[in-house]
């Protein structure tokens, strides 16, 4: 019963902070490419005070609302030829996965509620001396469960190109699963070389492994350990989530919106949504495997341990927080770097996307690999 | 059959080993590009203004080219009555057909007995092309670097009468000297002073 309303709460908190994430992730993007390129952004809806003339628009926050209710309300349109069960399927396929992808995600350390409900006795002596790590699904293979719905959302792309009954849908289609077969191997490489040094897929355990220090001074994060895997794997992630500047399955100037061109309405909408909470997960990604997870620099599930020896006790409660606070920057951080990628870069031409991925980073990644078994097995020695 | 090779052009570019490398000038690309947001941003948190777009409608730029033609004027006579004589030259060569002129008598005056008691410019058709000026024979109607106030959500008050058109700033008019005072009552004030 404990074990039920602590995953219920960490259920309700992963899907709300997905959710806000997704929609305030497209006013950042709006907002971040103005800024970027010396303009205002989006800043014209607003919502009024019912009975007054009050109008409140908030640096434009509400184009996401209103972009949700267009959405909503647009017809849902849909071609005459087209394979009716497949095209209903298509979005969800590429939705769901990417929601499920967050389960084995810890977003913060060992949570006691016992200690944390310390003042109210009765709570605290109804969950015992029972702790649980922020995570949903506590599962050893949690590398290796990311990966697995990574290589769903590629079905739901290909199912949404075919079933459309339209030649730029299947040309998106075709692009989009040879990219994404290409840079997927290319992750799982990158990953390899952490996997390799912490000898463990399970992404709990690669976060606290985060928390020590390196050399003496720095932080054992997963950038300076492999700073090489950190940048494939960015790149790598970014090209996963067809972001310019690998948009090529839905090329505007190209293919009119590529594999999801025939689709209108939430349908179009859940797609779109599924970019932008790939984002976020992204971000969560490369928080938890390079970017030491929820912990601050010198910081574990006790207090700070400083590289002089020091060390300070924290409350738990005082941690707890913390750890999902820096947990939800570090991600915020990942996510609007990638906003910036997105706006910087040109986009690629199809051949030097795939020369790019297979004769460029997929050596590299080799070679990191490499390198970093020969550098694990020598110190092991 | 040979293997396509792409044409080689006389101005292609080369690129040092440094571009080609590829990073490096991605590194450098975000650097600029963060930088500007960096400095923006900066702008923004400190309560200033860190883009070079205006809010157009509440805002409108101080900075017009001064061969900026954005906004029709009529010029007037020293007694403040409108320089034009309702020949409807302006009307006529208009190509968007924007312009409506109602001439009327006016025997106090015998100069120039014909004058518009209506002259009126549809703004939400006006090309802004300016062969209205052109044609004017009395240098009575002018362009000016402002904006009128446009949008509007309603179509029939994008048009702009005669005594909004009479008053604009003469301060503005360097060649003529400006009248003692309008005598006609302006509706509402066109655009920035």
Same mark, same amino acid.
């Given at each position: 019963m404990q074990d039920l309303v602590v995953t219920a709460v960490f259920v309700g908190y992963a899907v709300a902070v997905l959710l806000v994430f997704g929609t305030v992730l497209t006013w950042v993007e709006r907002k971040q490419a103005a800024i970027m390129s010396d303009r205002i952004g989006a800043n014209r809806a607003y919502v009024r005070i019912p009975f007054t003339q009050v109008k409140l628009i908030w640096l434009g926050l509400f184009h996401g609302l209103a972009d949700g209710i267009k959405m909503m309300l647009k017809e849902d349109f849909r071609p005459n030829s087209y394979d009716r069960f497949a095209y209903a399927l298509a979005p969800w396929v590429v939705f769901t996965p990417v929601l499920l992808v967050f389960a084995v995600i810890p977003f913060g350390g060992m949570l006691v509620p016992s200690t944390l409900f310390a003042s109210i006795p009765s709570v605290a002596a109804w969950f015992g001396d029972r702790m649980y790590p922020m995570q949903i699904a506590r599962v050893d293979a949690g590398l290796l469960v990311v990966f697995a719905f990574g290589g769903l959302t590629i079905i739901g792309t290909m199912l949404a190109g075919w079933s459309s009954a339209n030649k730029f849908s299947l040309l998106g289609a075709l692009r989009a699963g040879s990219q994404m077969i290409s840079y997927e191997l290319i992750m799982g490489l990158t990953v390899l070389g952490l996997i390799v040094i912490y000898g463990t897929v399970d992404l709990n355990a690669i976060a606290r492994a985060q928390s020590g220090v390196l050399l003496g001074f720095l932080p054992a994060w997963g950038v300076f350990v492999q700073p090489f895997a950190a940048i494939l794997f960015l790149t790598a992630a970014i090209a996963e989530n067809k972001r310019i500047p690998f948009d090529l399955p839905e090329a505007e100037s190209e293919l009119i919106a590529g594999y999801y061109t025939e689709y209108s309405a939430m349908k179009m909408g859940l797609f779109m949504f599924a970019e932008f909470i790939e984002i976020a997960i992204i971000g969560a990604l490369f928080a938890t495997l390079f970017l030491g997870g929820y912990n601050l620099p010198f910081m574990t599930d006790a207090g700070f341990v400083l590289p002089g020896g020091r060390e300070f006790a924290v409350p738990h409660g005082a941690i707890v927080v913390t750890q999902l606070a820096v947990f939800l920057a570090k991600v915020m951080l990942v996510s609007s770097f990638q906003i910036l990628v997105r706006w910087s870069l040109p986009r690629f031409r199809w051949d030097q996307l795939l020369r790019f991925a297979w004769k460029f980073m997929f050596p590299l990644a080799l070679a990191n690999l490499l390198v970093t078994a020969v550098v694990v097995w020598t110190l092991q020695r | 059959m040979k293997p396509y090779a792409r044409k080689q052009y006389w101005n292609e570019p080369t690129m040092s080993w440094w571009e080609r490398a590829y990073l490096f000038e991605i590194v450098r690309g975000l650097a600029i590009?963060?930088?500007?947001?960096?400095?923006?941003?900066?702008?923004?948190?400190?309560f200033r203004k860190g883009a070079?777009?205006?809010?157009?409608?509440?805002?409108?730029?101080?900075?017009?080219?001064?061969?900026?033609?954005? +906004?029709?004027?009529?010029?007037?006579?020293p007694d403040g009555r409108?320089?034009?004589?309702? &020949?409807?030259?302006? /009307?006529?060569? &208009?190509?968007?057909?924007?312009?409506?002129?109602? /001439? /009327?008598?006016?025997?106090?005056?015998?100069?120039? #007995? +014909?004058? #518009?008691?209506?002259?009126?410019?549809?703004?939400?058709? &006006?090309?802004?092309?300016?062969? &209205?000026?052109? /044609?004017?024979?009395?240098?009575?109607?002018?362009?000016?670097?402002?904006?009128?106030?446009?949008?509007d959500a309603e179509r029939d008050h994008m048009w702009w009468s005669r005594d909004e058109l009479l008053h604009w700033n003469p301060q503005r008019d360097a060649a003529k000297h400006s009248p003692s005072a309008p005598t006609v009552a302006a509706a509402r004030s066109p655009g920035a002073p």
């Open positions: - | 590009t963060g930088g500007v947001f960096m400095r923006n941003m900066g702008r923004w948190i400190t070079l777009t205006t809010y157009y409608p509440e805002e409108t730029r101080a900075d017009y080219a001064r061969h900026n033609r954005g +906004k029709h004027i009529l010029t007037q006579r409108p320089q034009c004589i309702a &020949c409807n030259l302006c /009307a006529t060569v &208009c190509p968007a057909r924007v312009i409506e002129i109602e /001439a /009327a008598f006016d025997p106090d005056d015998a100069l120039h #007995p +014909k004058y #518009p008691v209506r002259f009126e410019i549809d703004y939400s058709r &006006c090309i802004f092309c300016g062969l &209205c000026v052109e /044609a004017c024979p009395e240098d009575a109607i002018r362009m000016v670097p402002d904006a009128p106030g446009l949008p």
